[in-house]
T-cell receptor, first 114, second 111 residues
Framework: AQSVTQLGSHVSVSEGALVLLRCNYS??????LFWYVQYPNQGLQLLLK??????LVKGINGFEAEFKKSETSFHLTKPSAHMSDAAEYFC????????????FGTGTRLQVFP | DTAVSQTPKYLVTQMGNDKSIKCEQN?????MYWYKQDSKKFLKIMFS???????INETVPNRFSPKSPDKAHLNLHINSLELGDSAVYFC??????????FGPGTRLLVL
């Protein structure tokens, strides 16, 4: 069984500040992990993914995430927030087994203040 | 060209009605999915088809029936709509066992 926990349903940062969105996972098999972003009234866009290669994954728009097996974490970071980063962020896990489905966390809304 | 498209974008209807949502992908992917996002933004898988074959059927009321006429299309038909069906429904597609790409969503409001 797999699950994802996103700590903090809302995160607020100032423009230019570090962004840290937390994700912890539970998986009985080696996980594949994803971060998706959802802008208001839009679909989900893939930010980055971990598929058992390098543990530090770089994504679009300056985001990156580090897979830490010992901590069962896959936190998303960005060194300097931009106003356009304001959105809902979802962490997801998949086993890429025959069921091939994404299990999502509950999402974190990122607000960026000028 | 939109990779994964859904129609309609918005759907407002009365309780008890039957409605369909259509999804098309032009990415050549073998697998398509339906997800439901509730009012608290929680996303959950409903169905998945691979090459027109149903491979995932989560605990979804049987009022919901997916149909895949070909591997580029996955439609969702909902019978006897209820207030609790109000949500955003997302279609997604992927190559088998690969990253999923999502459509823009269909916002369903049942009155």
């Amino acid at each position: 069984a797999q699950s994802v926990t996103q700590l903090g349903s809302h995160v607020s940062v100032s423009e230019g500040a570090l962004v840290l969105l937390r994700c912890n996972y539970s998986s009985s098999v080696p996980p594949y992990l994803f971060w998706y972003v959802q802008y208001p009234n839009q679909g989900l866009q893939l930010l980055l993914k971990y598929t058992s290669a390098a543990t530090l994954v770089k994504g679009i728009n300056g985001f990156e995430a580090e897979f830490k097996k010992s901590e069962t974490s896959f936190h998303l970071t960005k060194p300097s927030a931009h106003m356009s980063d304001a959105a809902e962020y979802f962490c997801a896990v998949s086993a890429f087994s025959n069921t091939d489905k994404l299990i999502f966390g509950t999402g974190t809304r990122l607000q960026v203040f000028p | 060209d939109t990779a994964v498209s859904q129609t309609p974008k918005y759907l407002v209807t009365q309780m008890g009605n039957d409605k369909s949502i259509k999804c098309e992908q032009n990415l050549g992917h073998d697998t398509m999915y339906w997800y439901k996002q509730d009012s608290k933004k929680f996303l959950k898988i409903m169905f998945s088809y691979n090459n027109k074959e149903l491979i995932i059927n989560e605990t979804v009321p049987n009022r919901f029936s997916p149909k895949s006429p070909d591997k580029a299309h996955l439609n969702l038909h909902i019978n006897s709509l209820e207030l609790g069906d109000s949500a955003v429904y997302f279609c997604a597609s992927s190559p088998r066992l690969e990253t999923q790409y999502f459509g823009p969503g269909t916002r369903l409001l049942v009155l």
